[in-house]
């Protein structure tokens, strides 16, 4: 499975409903990535689904694309590109031809260099990274299913440190069963669609707030195991109670 992450924060058309339709329902995934006590690109090199990202986001406009967020920790961060970066062309290809510009990112592989030529004349060489491919995985099968609106982020270093404690017993294992409850103060119930993910070296840790958590193995969601099916049923323990309580309720 390859395929290259410029932006993990995705625009969801809306879902026409109706009166007493539950859709669409909302569940978003929160990656919050790898614990600093942890070697990410160390861990991310051993799993065998390999995704390859640059970490930006970005609006086109006529002179080129404007970056508009760059991901913390990212292959862009580290090359030193900024938010509001006027970029005209990646590699020699304009920024303006987004066939040609897709077909640049689609063709990147981990490993590869993209120069970022800007407005104000600079170039700027990153190589591009590792991505796990499981957050976006789970939102893709999420928008596969019928009545589902999913999105993905992540949140700044400030809400991370915030937020990955909660996870983690003094230990540093995973909160496999009540994770959930420590994250109540986020919003009122019946409001929270967010659905919290870290990855370890062996399991993962899925999390939403006043409904559930629960531990995956790494690998019953990498390589040939990468599926739908896989991922949806890895959330199931999670969100199932919360999806029928909308259905229910709507």
Known sequence: MKAIVAAIAIIIAPTISKAGDPCPIPVNIVDLGVPSWLDRNALLEQISSQQSWIGIQHRDTPQGIVLSQIYDQSPAAAAGLQEG??????????????????AL?????IGDTLTFSLFNGSDITLTVGRADPVAMGMMQALRRQDCRASNIRTPDPQQQALLLPLLFNPNRS????EAHQALEFLGERFEIDDVYMVRGSRRILLAMPHWGTTCITAASVDGDN???AALLAALDDVI???VQDRIDNP
């Not at 995973?174 to 069963?177: G, M, N, P, V």
Request: aromatic share 10%.
């Open 85 to 102: 970066d006027l970029v005209t062309a990646i590699n020699g290809v304009s920024t303006i031809d987004v066939a040609a510009r897709e």
């Open 105 to 109: 990112f689609d063709a990147a592989s």
């Open 174 to 177: 995973f909160r496999c069963e």
């Open 226 to 228: 990468l599926t739908d």
């Open 240 to 242: 199932g109670d919360y």
